[in-house]
């Protein structure tokens, strides 16, 4: 399962407004490797396909395929507005370490000694 703040919330509803998003389109979360930790974050406005897992919270969705699921499952997505860096900010337990920026991780079990 993965659940949004209310900040998230809002902001993502704004987001669809924004883009004239139509019904079953929300934010897709992707992992993909790569990035400065091993695995990085991707977001995009999407609709679901066949195989995605979409969790709704208050009339807004996250979509999440099957391999990513494995990474982000029990993740909490927020919106964080900062004067150096605002956007959705994902807090993963599946991560061992993040990168300082925060859009990559390092799962755990691949830390260095395992």
Do not use: W
């Amino acid at each position: 399962m993965i659940t949004l703040t209310s900040n998230a919330i809002a902001h993502l509803k704004n987001l669809l407004v924004q883009h004239n998003a139509g019904a079953g389109t929300g934010l897709r979360l992707h992992v993909d490797k790569g990035g400065c930790a091993g695995m990085q974050y991707t977001m995009r406005i999407d609709s679901s396909h066949e195989g995605d897992e979409v969790f709704t919270t208050d009339g807004v969705s996250i979509i999440v395929d099957a391999a990513s699921l494995t990474y982000l499952d029990g993740s909490c997505v927020d919106f964080v507005e900062a004067l150096n860096d605002s956007g959705f900010k994902i807090e993963n337990p599946n991560a061992a370490r993040s990168c300082g920026c925060g859009t990559s991780f390092e799962p755990r079990g691949t830390e260095s000694g395992d």
